[in-house]
């Protein structure tokens, strides 16, 4: 089985430039570029995603950080609502889609 990969071991992941595209994204668009891009360390896209499988992927929680940063600028930058503009609102959006879409950050465990 290969092995999982990071988000930053992603080629094209930390460059944001690479997934701006002229044409403003409509909500449907938007969630599923995002998701994408979360499922992207298991080699899935959302088409590709078995029906329980979204259940057993978890990410590390820097991970989790990293796409949740990555998807409020992504937002910002090509949704096309206009109050998605201002960064708070973003954030809002950003958290409803982890929330409803996204997979579950692994918890971490501490040893005592």
Known sequence: MAKKATLGEID??????????KAKLNKAELVERIMNKQ?????????TLKDK???????NPEDHDYWME???????????????????NAEIE?????????LKAKEETSVV
């Open 39 to 47: 499922l992207a360390p298991f080699h899935r896209t959302v088409e």
């Open 70 to 88: 990555w998807g409020v600028k992504f937002i910002q930058k090509n949704s096309d609502n206009p109050t998605h503009k201002d960064r708070k």
């Open 94 to 102: 950003m958290s409803w889609i982890s929330t409803c879409y996204g």
């Open 53 to 59: 499988e979204v259940f057993e992927l978890k990410v």
């Open 12 to 21: 094209g992941f930390k460059n944001v430039a690479d997934e701006i595209r």
